[in-house]
């Protein structure tokens, strides 16, 4: 099974702080996302990366960067942490180009929890 | 511009009922619709897809059904369980490329 592993399950940062999501996918696959969830607006999209190095913005990227630097790895950061970032994160995967990737979708991490106080 | 719509986002039913989620979506070219699944404090999981060359997928007691004319597919759960309670998102893809996600709809169990 595809694992999609993010380094927290609960953060509390302070208001100004620079914030630092780990995500980490042990299947190879190209695509990986960052979403946040909040109660009525479902998932949006922060940012994605097709490959090492690239990046793309989603829907709503302002206030976040993103970094990858290794396949496997695709780091969220909040640059100067604001209690409107308070929200679930979501990283996913998926492997371009292959029925698993057609049928199954993404595979997502369980998620972090960021308090902004 | 939302492609992936959910309407009614709660929806309470009895155990052993049935319970369908319905969604519509926009853009004619999507050929996988996806339905995922998503506990409190957990990530989403894979539910159950379908491919648009077909109208109906059945795994267990979840069944998808699409309406390529009207845009519109549902998710039908029978008999619903108490651990069916969750937030259940759709989501429709072109070819292999970002999925496209609705609003979800928080689904009530009542024992």
């Known amino acids: 099974d595809v694992k999609v592993t993010q380094s927290s399950r609960y953060l509390v940062k302070r208001t100004g702080e620079k914030v630092f999501l780990e995500c980490v996918q042990d299947m190879d696959h190209e695509n990986m996302f960052w979403y946040r969830q909040d109660p009525g607006l479902g998932l949006r999209l922060i940012y994605f990366s097709y490959d090492v190095k690239m990046k793309e913005k989603g829907d709503i990227p302002e206030g976040y960067s993103v970094s990858r630097e290794k396949k496997e790895r695709f780091s969220l950061i909040l640059e100067s942490a604001s209690t409107n970032q308070t929200s679930m994160y979501l990283c996913?995967?998926?492997?371009?180009?292959?029925?698993?990737?057609?049928?199954?979708?993404?595979?997502f991490g369980s998620g972090t929890r960021l308090t902004v106080v | 511009d939302q492609q992936v719509k959910q309407n009614s986002p709660s929806l309470s039913v009895q155990e052993g009922r049935i319970s369908i989620l319905n969604c519509d979506y926009t853009n004619s070219m999507f050929d996988y619709f996806l339905w995922y699944k998503k506990y409190p404090a957990e990530g989403p999981t894979f539910l159950i897809s379908?491919?648009?060359?077909?109208d109906k997928n059945e795994d267990g007691r979840f069944t998808v059904f699409l309406n390529k004319s009207a845009k519109h597919l549902s998710l039908h759960i029978v008999p619903s369980q108490p651990g069916d309670s969750a937030v259940y998102f759709c989501a429709a893809s072109v070819g292999n490329n970002r999925l496209a996600f609705g609003k979800g709809n928080q689904v009530v169990v009542i024992p």
């Open positions: 379908i491919s648009s060359i077909k």
């Open positions: 996913a995967s998926t492997l371009v180009g292959s029925l698993q990737g057609l049928y199954y979708g993404y595979t």
